[in-house]
């Protein structure tokens, strides 16, 4: 019997270490605009709809929501937050989206509320332990992860689990440096926290967090220092993470 060999580099993504890194260019498309423009919104997708959630301008934080139908290529309003929050999080879990901390304006926000898509209905939950801004979001075996962010004075290495079934926050393994904007994804049963900024300097280093361990482990790093970069697995051969970098030409980091 002849047995294949298995390419090194997926032995290495089963063990979590992933450290090639590879550049694409987006082919370029015109979609249609949301009603106004801002910044320091949240994104997450609940059944086909991607959800714009939040943000700022030069003036203003924002609490409205606004849906998108790829297949028409139409946004719609629905119901606003109760707060207004700029550098929000968000994710979708359980058939709700949430958002979770963000400024109001005047200061950051340990506040979290959901939106439920059948009742066009934001509602809060119970809130996290710490205020934080700027933070990253992502869900793993039915929990809602939060990673880092800022308070009002400082980035933070604190992570906190939301359990939807109990409503209730615990604190796990804290990151390795305070990373405030960092970009969060989940791929292979572990969190990848990318980038962002550790109050002296913008990173490239990448973490990923173990469940099971309990414990965050620097994995590679992107090729430019960067926060507020969007972070996506794509769906292909292998599971990849793609960063998009803030300011950073169109270049992605293929992980």
């Known amino acids: 019997m002849v047995m294949e060999k298995i390419p090194l ?15 694409f ?37 924002f609490n409205d929501v606004e849906r998108y139908d790829i297949e028409s290529d139409q946004w719609s309003t ?23 901390g963000g400024n109001d304006g005047m200061a950051s926000l340990s ?4 939106y439920d898509p059948h009742l066009d209905k934001w509602i809060e939950v119970k809130e996290m332990g710490q205020r934080r801004a700027g933070n990253g979001v992502s869900k793993l075996h039915g929990c809602l992860y939060v990673v880092g962010g800022f308070d ?25 440096t305070p990373r405030g904007g960092v970009g969060i994804a989940t791929v292979m049963g ?13 990173l490239n280093t990448v973490e990923a967090f173990d469940p099971v361990l309990n414990r965050w482990e620097l994995v590679g790093s992107v090729s430019h220092c960067r926060a507020g970069a969007g972070v996506a697995v794509c769906s292909c051969l292998t599971s990849q993470i793609r960063d998009v970098g803030h300011g950073s030409n169109n270049v992605v980091d293929c992980m």
């Not at 689990?161 to 990151?175: E, F, I, Q, T």
Request: with cysteine; proline share 4%; charged share 20%.
């Open 190 to 202: 572990k969190i990848f926290a990318v980038g962002g900024h550790n109050g002296n300097a913008y």
């Open 25 to 61: 260019d987006f082919m370029k498309m015109e979609n249609s605009a949301m009603s106004h423009s801002r910044r320091g919104i949240a994104l997450a997708s609940l059944g086909g709809p991607i959800y714009a959630i939040g943000g700022l301008d030069d003036n203003t934080c």
């Open 111 to 114: 506040s979290v509320e959901r």
């Open 152 to 176: 009002d004075n400082s980035p933070l290495s604190s992570v906190e689990r939301y359990d939807p079934r109990s409503n209730k926050w615990d604190y796990v393994a804290a990151l390795t």
């Open 78 to 100: 629905v119901a606003p937050m109760n707060t207004p929050r700029g550098g929000v999080g968000s994710v979708a879990l359980v058939n709700h989206v949430y958002a979770v």
């Open 9 to 23: 580099f997926l032995k290495q993504m089963k063990l979590g270490k992933i450290f090639m890194v590879l550049f």
